[in-house]
């Protein structure tokens, strides 16, 4: 199907869905399964996410809810997937920052994440952490600097992929530091974590869940995290801003969005039993134990959040110079 027909069948079934009756959002969902995609592989953080939140909402909605892994492209695949999908309430996608990144570091894909899609409900955030191998002799984040400067790109460190959150932070506090880092992509960040905890690179950059059972279990050791405030799962790793690097303050977040034309009160009902499934303290323990910490938004707070970071991102990611290779 040429680009011309499948954007006049969008217009068309977007037109369809926006004059359903009243009755006919109130019957959503039916019999049809509703479909969360996941822009990164299977393993990784956010799939695990998407899996515990679907299987909460499918008990909820009463309705079948299955998780369909699209990675590659730092998220591109999986989100332009979500925006050509049916605006009908059975396609979703699990979104991260790294997807409010796609329209300032990829400004030719043929959709914005800005318009092309609308927040359901954010589920929670995480710190990005910066983790070497227990193979290693670096026990600070100083001495991964100090040997980086020796041998210049002679270190490695893996992230979720190309234009990632985690590579901006990997190249953001290698220019802060002044050194030179080798950047590995992955299509997801289980693939990274397994790669450090083996030795094959020496460094990973990746949200804090995937890495904390690798600390707990003494494969990896954390160097540092990027929010604001120190981790309450790990109180003994320090920030990067106390290490020097202030302007890097930011958390991992993770929430669902719909294609733009969903109708409203689909959007309402979905956002409504994802903050129900938040609500529940099972639930919640088990995103803290996976080092995610809950916090809900509802769509209306999700969508203005995520017109806001893209907004950030357009004004602070041209200023860093970095090379997003």
Known sequence: MSKTAHSALNAFMSLLFICLTPS???????????????????????????RLVGA???KVLGQTVVIDNRPGAA??????????????????????????LLDVLRPNLPWKFKTGLQGVAMIGEQPISIATSSKTSFKTFQDVIDAAKA????LAYGSSGIGSSQNIVGEWVASLAGIKLVHVPYKGGGQAANDVVSGQIPLAVLGLAPMLKQQQ????????????????????????SELGFSQIALAQWAGLVAPAATPQPIIEKLSNALLKVLSEKAVGEKMLAAGITPKPL?????????????????QVVPTLNIEIQ
């Open 298 to 314: 509802d769509y209306k707070q999700f969508d203005a959040f995520l017109k806001k970071t893209v907004d950030t991102w357009n």
């Open 56 to 58: 909460e909402l499918s």
């Open 151 to 154: 041998k210049p790109a002679s």
């Open 24 to 50: 006919a959002y109130a019957a959503w969902p039916d019999d049809q399964p509703i479909k969360i995609i996941v822009p990164q592989a299977a393993g990784g953080t956010n799939d695990t996410l998407a």
């Open 75 to 100: 998220g591109a695949i999986g989100m332009q997937a979500t925006v050509q999908a049916p605006p009908d309430g059975y396609t979703i996608a699990l979104a991260s920052d790294s997807a409010a």
């Open 217 to 240: 279990a003494g494969n990896v050791r954390i160097l540092a995290v990027t929010t604001p405030e120190r981790s309450k799962a790990l109180p003994d790793v320090p920030t990067l």
